[in-house]
T-cell receptor
Framework: QQQVKQSPQSLIVQKGGISIINCAYE??????FPWYQQFPGKGPALLIA?????SEKKEGRFTISFNKSAKQFSLHIMDSQPGDSATYFC???????????FGGGTRLMVKP | NAGVTQTPKFQVLKTGQSMTLQCAQD?????MSWYRQDPGMGLRLIHY???????DQGEVPNGYNVSRSTTEDFPLRLLSAAPSQTSVYFC????????????FGSGTRLTVV
């Protein structure tokens, strides 16, 4: 049972454009929603995270939008750059924070 | 700043062999986890630990054992390797101090032939 569904699987964006990746979850006990960025041959690295008490969190060019009633959250990358080309994973965990459930990943390519 | 250190980086095993993947963290994190990453399937949790002496199963635990005798170390043991265990394995650690933001190691690429 896939508890976190991520879309699209792949995404091509022009430099300067907006990249949008969506995730939906099923478990209402989840209350921590991080996004990870992974470059080839490397481990995932925490990019930005949100808790359900806020609807949006912004860090630089990266923004998480959260819709608790719809059980959906998304990552927006503004002014996308070729250096942003990577695989992005959304994840979710319960309030104990000891088990992260990951989405299937989105491979982003930003064309110069 | 070592963070999370995994060894080895690459390993080839024959079916039926056993081995241990090592993981060590120097951030005094309470939580440690093992994930496997397969194409198109994201990262799947194998086992996790919330502290020394405490471990539990994740989504795909069969064929793997773990133990946590110290806060720093969390080795993953493959009991009898099978081709289905060919994957990239990641260890991660996290804790309350870092608001549960997990730090991942650089991974071990395992091939079972």
């Amino acid at each position: 049972q896939q508890q976190v569904k991520q879309s699209p699987q792949s995404l091509i964006v022009q430099k300067g454009g907006i990249s949008i990746i969506n995730c939906a979850y099923e478990n209402t006990a989840f209350d921590y929603f991080p996004w990870y960025q992974q470059f080839p041959g490397k481990g995932p690295a925490l990019l930005i995270a949100i808790r359900p008490d806020v609807s949006e969190k912004k860090e630089g060019r990266f923004t998480i939008s959260f819709n608790k009633s719809a059980k959906q959250f998304s990552l927006h990358i503004m002014d996308s750059q070729p250096g942003d080309s990577a695989t992005y994973f959304c994840a979710a965990s319960n309030n104990a924070g000891n088990m992260l459930t990951f989405g299937g990943g989105t491979r982003l390519m930003v064309k110069p | 700043n070592a963070g999370v250190t995994q060894t080895p980086k690459f390993q080839v095993l024959k079916t039926g062999q056993s081995m241990t993947l090592q993981c060590a963290q120097d951030m005094n994190h309470e939580y440690m986890s093992w994930y496997r990453q397969d194409p198109g399937m994201g990262l799947r949790l194998i086992h996790y630990s919330v502290g020394a002496g405490i471990t539990d199963q994740g989504e795909v635990p069969n064929g793997y054992n773990v133990s946590r005798s110290t806060t720093e170390d969390f080795p993953l043991r493959l009991l009898s390797a099978a081709p289905s265990q060919t994957s990239v394995y990641f260890c991660a650690s996290g804790g309350v101090r870092d608001s549960y933001g997990y730090t991942f190691g650089s991974g071990t690429r395992l091939t079972v032939v």
